[in-house]
């Protein structure tokens, strides 16, 4: 372990000016991913600010039928919300389809978001990693790509975001509440918030240096069928092979994000107005581009057969 500081802010501005002000400052809640990355010497923050006292653990109403979740409503207490279990099913399901119930206690909402990839790659600090090492080169793109991404992917990363609850964030269009250094707030769409990895890999969100989590926006619910997919390799503590939120409304046009295909959540508008095709008109528009390697070719029709069984189970309903 590398020696680092220390400090508990005393507000969300505080915490920002801490970060900004100090190179290799980390904030620090949950630190479920990072005390992991630290112990491998993946991460090595020079100071480390502790946000849990700032009173960003709770659930609130918004005045236009939605709801307020703060960055440090752990996801337990997010999953087993009796609101966003009636109103946000989809979004109770993927949180409890992640990690084991031990983590998801300590887990919170904004360190859920800004969790980096389990590439192994990226953990094997042998091997060349552009996101971990930047310039160094990407040994996924000629090694072992069963788990990564098909779609989105560039010649520097080919990774995929781990989130099962970002997932369903993007199929309820939330956005992100922030607050920098300077003590200013903005507002960004979770469509907006991950970035592909392009030639800068090691960027990951619409983040500014400095800038800290305050809140996630959910906006008014959607009523009809809310499903939650999780293809992968064992039945439990287990990252997606590939994952489908889905929200089938009672009218309008339904919604489908998907996870384990690329580097952020991935839903494609033009996707959603293929339902009249069935699943492999949805897939094959989800999917236009992809570029898999041959190792991981497996998800393209995977992909088609998860949607069919979740229009099934919508069908069902």
């Known amino acids: ?41 993946i991460e090595a ?4 600010v502790d946000v849990n006292r700032l009173g960003l653990d709770t659930i609130e109403a918004t005045p236009d039928g939605g709801l307020r979740v ?43 978001l800004l969790q980096r990839t ?40 080919i990774a ?9 964030m993007r199929a309820l269009d939330a956005t992100v509440e922030t607050v920098d250094g300077g003590g200013r707030t903005r507002t960004i769409p979770i469509a907006d918030f991950h970035r592909l990895p392009g030639s800068t890999p090691w960027i990951e969100t619409a983040l500014t240096p400095g800038e800290m989590i305050t809140a996630v926006t959910l906006p008014a619910p959607v009523r009809g069928t809310h499903i939650y997919r999780k293809v992968r390799d064992r039945a439990s503590y287990a990252f997606a092979t590939i994952s489908v939120a889905a929200i089938l409304p009672e009218s309008g046009t339904p919604r489908f994000a998907f996870g384990g295909l690329a580097h952020k959540p991935w839903r494609v508008a033009a996707a959603e107005a293929r339902l009249d095709g069935g699943a492999k008109a949805i897939a094959a ?33």
């Open 70 to 112: 703060g960055a440090l409503v752990r996801n337990t207490a997010l999953a087993a919300d009796s609101r966003v279990r009636r109103d946000y099913g989809v979004l109770s399901r993927a949180l409890l389809s992640g990690a084991s119930g031990q983590l998801r206690n300590k887990a919170t909402t904004a360190g859920n």
């Open 285 to 317: 528009a989800a999917l236009a581009g992809a570029t898999p390697t041959s190792q991981n070719a497996y998800k393209i029709p995977l992909v088609e057969r998860t949607l069919a069984a979740v229009l099934a189970e919508g069908r069902a309903a």
């Open 118 to 157: 389990r590439c192994p790659y990226f953990y094997d600090t042998n091997q060349a990693c552009n996101k971990r090492k930047p310039g160094s080169g990407c040994a996924a793109l000629g090694g072992y790509s069963r788990a990564l991404a098909v779609i989105g992917t560039s010649k520097d990363c």
């Open 45 to 48: 923050p020079t100071h480390l």
């Open 1 to 41: 372990m590398k020696p680092f500081t220390y400090e508990r802010a005393t507000s969300p501005a505080a915490a920002a000016a801490a970060v900004a002000a100090k190179p290799g400052a980390k904030f620090v809640a949950g630190g479920t991913n990072l005390l992991d990355l630290m112990k491998l010497q």
């Open 160 to 168: 995929t975001h781990p989130s099962d609850m970002a997932v369903a």
